[in-house]
């Protein structure tokens, strides 16, 4: 009797989610897998997601890794109550053969010609088979490294003849350029990347956006952080950073100016008495915003914790949907890179977006004499069709 088969398909991640991108098989082709195991990895505009088998059985993958996918497609079929066969013998290890030429566990068998995502792409995208190239990595795995220098070898062993007219006028480039490389690659924009890029654009197009900037002397805000950090640290087990004076000090402007906290819906203005404060954090696949909920309610050390944990989720690539859904307001602070002043683009459809700045000492005239203080500068970018000069500039 023939085993059931059943078929796998991307699940709905998301409201507004309409496809997904399969970042990466943690199962190969012909595997036995136990239900509940994960399978893959599936990347959304907003967040990563791990797919575990529905049934126990033999795996046989459809999709391929970087697949753009639309919700409902077809990922994997799996063969229930099958096993994999079994694998053949290990032949005994010759006396002067080299350890790593022996290592013979399933986990480095799968690993021996494998592509990492990142040299997949690579590969893909420069025509390189991964047949043609030798790992590096754990188990002979191929690494974004052994992809990039796969490239430059192919390029020195066909000869000129045989490259495409773009590849031989790149190669005469590189050889008169004798003080170094002139290589260039493609990669294709993440969903993530694509989605941030897209929504930038809808937000300059769509809205009225203007900026007012301010400026802040930051030395009593400096003197009550260096007076009560320690017995703060000791007391919340949590740093007392910048971040929760400028959340708290926004959650009380934004409940007296609540056109700031609103937005705009169709032909209405939604007005919220909660706020909901979208942080943005930087990290590796892009900048996200995750949410402190009602940020209002919450004291120096709630605000710092949260901030903590929804920081690590983020680089960790762990936030959830609901976790950056939803905000009223968005800080973001280009001051930790450096940044002197920049007009931050408004987080759609929140009205406006406060960016915070480097601090920086300089002299100021303070009651007729002129002083050295460490200042930062303010930037408020927000919606003029629904927030008013007078609003804005009183708000910062």
Known sequence: MSNQVIEMKV?????????????????????????????????????????????GGILRTIAAEGDTLPIGALLCKIEVGASAPSPAPVAEKPVNQPISQTVTSTEQTYAQGHASPAASKILSEKGISSETVAGSGVGGRITKNDALQAQTVENKTQSPEKQEPAKVTASISAS?????TRQSRSEKMSQLRKTIARRLVSVKNETAMLTTFNEVDMKPVMD???????????????????????????????????????????ENIVYNDFCDVSIAVSTPRGLVVPIIRNAEQMSFSDIEKTIVELAKKARENKLSIPEMTGGTFTI??????????????????????????????????????VVIRPMMYLALSYDHRIIDGRESVSFL
Request: hydrophobic share 40%.
């Open 176 to 180: 008169v350029n004798m003080g170094g």
């Open 332 to 369: 973001t602070n280009g001051g930790i890179f450096g940044s002197l002043l920049s007009t931050p683009i408004i987080n759609a459809p929140q009205s406006a977006i406060l960016g915070m700045h480097n601090i920086v000492e300089r002299p100021v005239a303070i009651g007729g004499q």
């Open 224 to 266: 009550i952080r260096s007076k009560y950090k320690d017995a703060f640290k000791e007391k919340h087990e949590i740093g007392l950073g910048f971040m929760s004076f400028f959340v708290k000090a926004c959650c009380i402007a934004l409940q007296d100016f609540p056109s700031v906290n609103a937005q705009i819906d169709g």
């Open 11 to 55: 699940p709905t991640v998301g409201e507004s989610i309409s496809e997904v991108v399969l970042a990466k098989w943690t199962k190969k082709d012909g595997d036995t897998v136990r239900q509940e195991e994960i399978l893959c990895e599936i990347e959304s505009d907003k967040a990563t997601f791990e797919i575990a088998a529905e049934k």
